[in-house]
């Protein structure tokens, strides 16, 4: 992020940059963390198994999500500039698979614990990527590939 005006919040933006995966994976410690100090019943039930098939769901999607940014040499770095604009599935459902996945996983723990406050982590994970990454994505893709990434926005959905 650059020290200029943020247009979603309107204040301005920190220099400080946010890594997606490293975002996911702290906030995920941390109501790991909450969730194992919080007294709450643990008991084996099916949401475990609903939380396994969730994580396992969204380590798919990012994995295919990244393996076709490298199959096609674009960086999958949210701060840099990619090569080449990917329009295949699961890129025709939605233009953020990698982040939807990441939100996925921290989804599918939270079920998998039965732990209402590891809920925190797939709501914060989303709002911060909506508001401080996607948007600076958005708009390298519209300055490099124009009329046809515009397109293709109003065709697919920012998330699902």
Known sequence: MNTTESPSLGTSASTMKIHPPLLAAGLLL???IL???LPEN???AWHHVIGLLLVAAGVGICVFAAAIFQARDTTKNPYGEPTEFVVQRPYTFTRNPMYLGLATILAG??????????LVAPVAFVFV?????????????????????LDYKNRVRRWI
């Open 109 to 118: 723990f939270a079920i998998f614990f039965g732990s209402i406050v590891m």
């Open 42 to 44: 643990r008991t084996v």
């Open 35 to 37: 969730h194992f100090i």
């Open 129 to 149: 990527i909506d508001r401080n990454i996607i948007p600076r994505e958005e708009e390298t893709m519209e300055r490099l590939y124009g009329q046809q990434y």
């Open 30 to 32: 941390g109501t790991l």
